[in-house]
């Protein structure tokens, strides 16, 4: 079904909808048999994936999401249903800048009437730890804002998105040529840890539909979005297969971890950020809170995923 212009359909107002995720949230809600109005929040309403959404009937709302422009932020959520919000640590790298727009996402959402909120947040690995790991700053900025967002009065979920599968294609410290020509995947966590992988541009958004479709939107929930749970090892394995390519799982140290971080140019606060990351996974992992089987086609497979990418630029 394509977007609706019906003014009795739910208007869902998406925060990031030329990016990944928001992306595809609308894509989620355009593929689904009932009616959304969607409203998508762009900076720049020139740019071709705003014009594209524009073209498929989504009303187009030209607002910076910063703090600095409170009072427009607060207009551009006005009379919608259902919110979307997500915020983008690696556009300025600044905690509290992040958990600041965060918490004005969640306000201006209240504000405009919202009845439910969508948030992409991400494992609270501070405070899951005792306080034992202070470093993963693009973690807990955005669990603060899930705490913060818990206590709105809005019914509310948290949305985590799972490890793009994408990333393997840009990120050198998860996909890397060794000295000896072979490809390893170089991670401080055992190969039997089981993660979240996601094929974020096409199944991102099924979750969200699953949630805004169940009979009782289940508030103060926590969903980890996933096209499937999967072991590290076997990731390994079926990219090897898929690509022809001699691909391997390496486990190393997290000091290793943090050198290979630093060879990449990574500077010290972001090694610092990763490596506490990886230190989460490895103590408390990322556990799945629902299977793929409660959505409404099938996802993504990591082998699937493997063998439609173009490795051209990896694979040298």
């Known amino acids: 079904m394509t977007i609706s212009q019906d003014p009795s359909a739910p208007l869902v107002a998406v925060v990031g909808?030329?990016?990944?995720?928001?992306?595809?949230?609308?894509?989620?809600?355009?593929?689904?048999?009932k009616p959304y109005r969607v409203r998508a929040f762009t900076r720049?309403?020139?740019?071709?994936?705003?014009?594209?959404?524009?073209?498929?009937?989504?009303e187009?709302?030209?607002?910076?999401?910063?703090?600095?422009?409170?009072?427009?932020?607060?207009?551009?959520?006005?009379?919608?249903?259902?919110?979307f919000l997500v915020t983008n640590y690696w556009e300025h790298g600044d905690k509290e800048r992040e958990i600041n727009e965060?918490?004005?996402?969640?306000?201006?959402?209240k504000s405009g009437g919202v009845s439910?909120?969508?948030?992409?947040?991400?494992?609270?690995?501070?405070?899951?730890?005792?306080?034992?790991?202070?470093?993963?700053?693009?973690?807990?900025?955005?669990g603060i804002v899930t705490e913060y967002a818990r206590q709105s009065g809005v019914p509310f979920v948290e949305l985590q998105a799972g490890l793009y599968g994408s990333l393997f294609n840009v990120v050198p410290v998860l996909l890397a040529k060794q000295n000896d020509g072979r490809f390893a995947m170089p991670w401080p966590v055992k190969p039997t840890l089981k993660i979240p992988y996601i094929d974020i541009s096409r199944?991102?958004?099924?979750?969200?539909?699953?949630?805004?479709?169940?009979?009782?939107?289940?508030?103060?929930?926590?969903?980890?979005?996933?096209s499937e749970y999967i072991t590290i090892q076997d990731m390994a394995q079926q990219l090897a297969k898929a690509t022809g390519k001699e691909v391997v799982f390496k486990q190393i140290s997290a000091d290793q971890f943090r050198k290979n971080l630093e060879a990449a140019g990574s500077p010290p606060d972001v090694q610092a950020a990763f490596v506490d990351v990886w230190?989460?996974?490895?103590?408390?992992?990322?556990?799945?809170?629902?299977?793929?089987?409660?959505?409404?086609?099938?996802?993504?497979?990591?082998?699937?995923?493997?063998?439609?990418?173009?490795?051209?630029?990896t694979f040298v």
């Open 17 to 33: 909808a030329t990016g990944n995720q928001g992306g595809s949230v609308v894509n989620g809600l355009e593929e689904s048999d």
């Open 44 to 58: 720049d309403a020139t740019k071709p994936a705003a014009q594209d959404l524009a073209k498929r009937g989504v």
């Open 60 to 83: 187009i709302a030209v607002v910076s999401l910063v703090v600095e422009n409170k009072e427009e932020v607060y207009k551009a959520f006005a009379r919608a249903d259902v919110a």
């Open 102 to 109: 965060g918490k004005l996402l969640i306000d201006a959402a």
């Open 116 to 142: 439910r909120i969508l948030w992409s947040g991400l494992p609270y690995y501070n405070k899951i730890s005792g306080g034992k790991l202070v470093h993963a700053y693009h973690f807990d900025s955005k």
């Open 203 to 226: 199944d991102y958004g099924l979750w969200a539909r699953y949630l805004l479709e169940l009979p009782t939107f289940p508030d103060g929930s926590s969903i980890v979005t996933h």
């Open 279 to 313: 230190q989460g996974l490895a103590d408390y992992g990322w556990p799945i809170t629902s299977t793929t089987a409660v959505l409404r086609r099938p996802t993504t497979t990591w082998a699937e995923f493997a063998e439609k990418t173009d490795w051209s630029k």
